[in-house]
């Protein structure tokens, strides 16, 4: 192979990884990428961030599935879990600093949460960033956002999901459904799609 030829694959393999997002903690190349018969690929007015139309979309695989007894900290320091959530419809949503698509989405998350509809918790899968994360959300337009952390990924390792991934769980701990990807979570599809805890 010719030096200019290896040149350019080398960088056609460069630009293919910087695409693959925000996808760090992956383990495995398919894992949440919208092979399954299940999942439903946003249309354009629905998808935001820059993951593009086949990674982003609704998953209703595991309706029904109860939510994990997974620990991660609260605003305080103090383990709690999804439990502590059951009684109203609770929006869950992985992130962490390092992932674009997911800081995009913070406002959203925000508006979402003044509008009261709906309580919004916002859990931070970044690794040791306890005192990072509540700066980082007001500086991002999120500052009334509950700084959650699960600095050890749990939740994200645990549903095996790429970041962002947001969870809707009705009032029971179930769950309805999980948007793999970014989103306007303030938008008139959300709304629809946050509906269905009701």
Not at 156 to 182: H, Y
């Amino acid at each position: 192979m010719s030096s200019g030829l290896s040149s350019r694959v080398a960088i056609v393999c460069l630009l293919a990884f910087a695409a693959a997002g925000c996808d760090r903690q992956s383990a495995d190349a398919g894992q949440a990428n919208v092979a399954q018969a299940n999942v439903a690929t946003a249309s354009p007015d629905e998808a935001t961030g820059s993951a593009s139309a086949a990674q982003v979309g609704i998953d209703r695989s595991r309706k029904g599935e109860a939510a994990p007894a997974t620990t991660f900290k609260d605003a305080a320091g103090k383990p709690t879990t999804l439990a502590a959530f059951r009684g109203k419809p609770v929006l869950v949503n992985l992130w962490a600093t390092w992932c674009g698509p997911c800081v995009a989405e913070l406002p959203t998350l925000e508006a979402l949460a003044k509008a009261g509809t709906i309580r919004v918790a916002a859990i931070s899968q970044d690794t040791g960033a306890a005192a990072k994360v509540p700066g980082f959300l007001k500086e991002h337009g999120a500052s009334s956002l509950v700084p959650y952390l699960d600095d050890k990924m749990a939740l994200s390792l645990g549903w095996n999901a790429n970041l962002p991934t947001t969870i809707l769980f009705d009032s029971a701990g179930k769950e309805v459904w999980r948007w793999n990807g970014g989103n306007d979570w303030n938008g008139a599809a959300a709304a629809k799609l946050i509906a269905e805890a009701s």
